[in-house]
């Protein structure tokens, strides 16, 4: 009877933590997990934490502060409601870069796509 109690809480654990993956959004390539939403973006991490800098005070996000290197990079910044803004940039190949959106406690995936919209747009005149 115990061997069928643990069997049964092994399969409900597993169960739970493969419902945990990282879910597929509209957009190719990208993905919302726990509320952090994930890209990949051309460019070099120096010149996405520019545009994303840019990308933030188009958005008129507030207190934006953007630090970034030839392998990564981060912004921070604070929405109209006091939730963080933290977008993390690190480099995934050669002028590749994994592009990581987190806003508040639990995301917002349409400001997250506007952001990476605009990065992209940004980077398109750097």
Request: charged residues 20%; neutral net charge.
């Amino acid at each position: 009877m115990k061997l069928a109690i643990f069997a049964i809480g092994v399969l409900s654990a597993g169960f739970l933590l493969a419902n945990l993956t990282a879910c597929k959004t509209e957009t190719p390539g990208a993905t919302e997990t726990l509320g952090v939403y994930s890209t990949m973006v051309a460019g070099a991490p120096d010149k996405v934490t520019a545009a994303a800098q840019k990308a933030a005070a188009d958005l008129k996000l507030t207190d934006i502060v953007g630090n970034g290197t030839k392998v990564d990079g981060k912004v921070t910044a604070k929405n109209a409601q006091g939730d963080a803004v933290t977008i993390d940039i690190e480099q995934a190949g050669e002028g590749v870069s994994k592009v990581t959106i987190h806003i508040g406690l639990t995301g917002d995936e349409a400001v997250s796509k506007q952001l990476v919209d605009r990065i992209k747009s940004h980077l398109s005149w750097l």
